[in-house]
């Protein structure tokens, strides 16, 4: 069996909180869980930093925007939230999961969206998009009037 971030914090909450209560093999027991499910330091470690992220207030961290495993559990962080419209995200994540977007991709195409200081239309992210998953992008990078973001925009 093969535990996921949410199954391990689960399961460090479950037997931590059974040591507290007076259980005295609970500590063995988390042990031989995490070894049983095949959960090695990293993932432990993950889901330390993800209960930390969430316990400190921070949604941002909870799903690091360095993991690009899963792009369909990308959260924004605080600077991406700036620029990019929600209607935009969720276009990005939909092209993720339906698998025409690559996760690597979808890391590139935020890292751009979050050099700008205006948001971004919709219809700027849907060509961005288009551009990094066709390639068609020429490797040059896109000015903020590519963006939508030109002074003459008003926001």
Known sequence: ???????????????????????????????????????????????LAWLRAGATG?????????TPA???????SREERRVLPPEAFGFLLRLASDGRLEAAQLESILAR????????????VQELAWRVATGGEGGETESESDLGASEDTVH
């Open 1 to 47: 069996m093969s535990y996921n971030l949410r199954d391990v914090a689960l399961l460090l909450l479950d037997r931590l909180e059974a040591f507290l209560g007076g259980e005295a093999g609970a500590l063995e027991e988390l042990k031989e869980g995490l070894a049983a499910a095949g959960a090695g330091p990293e993932l432990v470690h993950a889901a």
């Open 58 to 66: 921070e949604p941002e961290e909870m799903v690091p925007a360095e």
């Open 70 to 76: 899963d792009p369909r559990r990308r959260v924004l």
């Open 113 to 124: 969206l979050g050099e700008h200081e205006f948001p971004v239309e919709l219809e700027d």
